[in-house]
């Protein structure tokens, strides 16, 4: 089962006793899930269709709550994809078709008479509670989410404009950071940091599922965390190393070319223990000195035995 699809099913499960909120939901479920048919003049049906059973049963309740509507439902298997579900429900233009749209807010009077409403219906999310119910109705209907495995990804998918601008004016009520995007005809509202798809997930309920990947983000999060401190640890290791190295066959090179008895007695002393001990850290080095010294004081010597090997180098060419 897909991350989105946890989502879905726990939230569908919620139940809501305002009146208000269930309009609000049933709104963004028509919305995201319907397309209405004419029959003749004047005869209007609604057909929706999701593949999840959960969301399906959810409509049928919402419907005979709410309007005391018997939908008829097809089950039909999926062709493409071969192991889905596609569940249909149909509303007669018997059955008040015409009280249903303008009561959700999907056909609205004008003047000129009955038009249908592309943006979302504001006087069904005047409530707090209300927005977080039609929110969580347009995640049902045309919602989804990417495993947090393996990235954080939410969308929300419409196939009108002005819809999607006030879906992300709505999500951006909450101080998120919604955009929209035209995706092949499409209009997708979506979010991409995992911070936002927590607080969104908690806006419309799925608290479950908030949790879920809660977990998910700390893991990565660690893990990330320790990644960096390795390869820093890493970095750092091989800085040492290399600088070492360097000072060592500089150091070697000195005493081969020129004798330690040539340079200053200071410089001498260090480069010994440099030879001697080529593991030890610029603050054992300097314990270790006959008067001690401080890291930077040995940094200091090894940097001026660096440069009088390269000026030995230099006068030989």
């Known amino acids: 089962m897909t991350f989105s699809s ?37 005869n209007i049906g609604i057909k929706l269709t999701t593949e999840n059973a959960s969301i399906a049963r959810m409509i049928f309740s919402l ?74 109705g347009v995640f ?32 951006n009520s909450y101080k998120l950071n919604a955009k929209v995007v035209n995706r092949k005809g499409n209009f997708v509202v979506y979010l991409k940091e995992g911070e936002q798809i927590v607080d969104f997930l908690n806006i419309i309920g799925a608290h479950k599922a908030l949790l879920n990947l809660e977990n998910v983000r700390i893991y990565k999060e ?40 040539k340079i200053p007695e200071n410089l001498a002393e260090i480069a010994e223990l440099r030879l001697k001990y080529p593991d030890a850290s610029l603050k054992e080095l300097g314990e270790m000195m006959n008067t001690p010294i401080g890291k930077s004081g040995v940094n200091h010597r090894l940097r001026k035995l660096d440069e009088i090997a390269e000026d030995i180098k230099i006068k030989r060419l």
Do not use: W
């Open 222 to 261: 660690m893990r990330n965390n320790v990644n960096r401190i390795v390869n820093c640890e890493t970095a750092n290791l091989n800085k040492i190393v290399n600088a070492s190295m360097r000072q060592i066959n500089n150091i070697e090179f000195i005493r081969d070319k020129v004798g330690f008895d």
């Open 63 to 136: 419907l005979k709550d709410i309007f005391d509507v018997n939908t008829r439902v097809a089950v039909r298997r999926n062709k493409q994809l071969k192991k889905n579900n596609n569940y249909t429900l149909y509303i007669d233009t018997q059955t008040g078709v015409d009280e249903i749209l303008l009561a959700t807010g999907i056909m609205e009077k004008t003047d000129s008479g009955i038009s249908i409403n592309y943006k979302l219906p504001s006087k069904l999310v005047k409530k707090p509670c209300c927005k977080k119910a039609y929110l969580r």
């Open 6 to 42: 946890i989502v879905k099913n726990e939230i569908s499960k919620l139940s809501l006793e305002s009146k208000c909120c269930r309009l609000a939901e049933l709104s963004a479920l028509l919305k995201m899930t319907g397309t209405i048919q004419i029959h003749g003049r004047n």
């Open 140 to 171: 049902l209907g045309g919602g989804s989410i990417s495993d947090p495995e393996k990235t954080y990804h939410l969308e929300l998918v419409t196939n009108n404009n002005e819809y999607a601008e006030s879906v992300k004016k709505l999500v």
